[in-house]
């Protein structure tokens, strides 16, 4: 099993940024995504979740209107839109094949003007 993150950065805050984690070796459509953050001095978070069929989402308040996540099944990807960021943002955002404990290395999201 693998799960790669990709699409982190430096933006100024109020921008957008869009994570991509690309995931091989199990059969993608039958489990969900979860997108999880480790903010500096704090233990590692969801950020956002979606189901393995990809129609049902969760969000904490914490990401909730801003970020949207999403799973394409033929592509083996799924995607976490992120908008109107802000400072508190910043974090290393990891995906985890939910249920499991198959996760990412992680990409790091840097909010910052």
């Known amino acids: 099993v693998q799960l790669v993150e990709s699409g982190g950065g430096l933006v100024a805050p109020g921008g957008s940024l869009t994570l991509s984690c690309v995931a091989s070796g199990y059969p993608f459509s039958q489990h969900g995504i979860s997108w999880y953050r480790k903010r500096p001095g704090m233990a590692r978070e969801l950020a956002a979740w979606?189901?393995?069929?990809?129609?049902?989402?969760d969000y904490p308040d914490s990401t909730k209107g801003r970020f949207t996540v999403a799973k394409d099944n033929g592509k083996n990807t799924a995607t976490l839109q992120m908008n109107n960021l802000k400072p508190e943002d910043t974090a290393v955002y990891y995906c985890?094949?939910?249920?499991?404990?198959?996760w990412g290395r992680g990409t790091q999201v840097t909010v910052s003007s």
């Open positions: 979606v189901s393995s069929s990809g129609l049902n989402t």
């Open positions: 985890r094949r939910s249920g499991t404990e198959d």
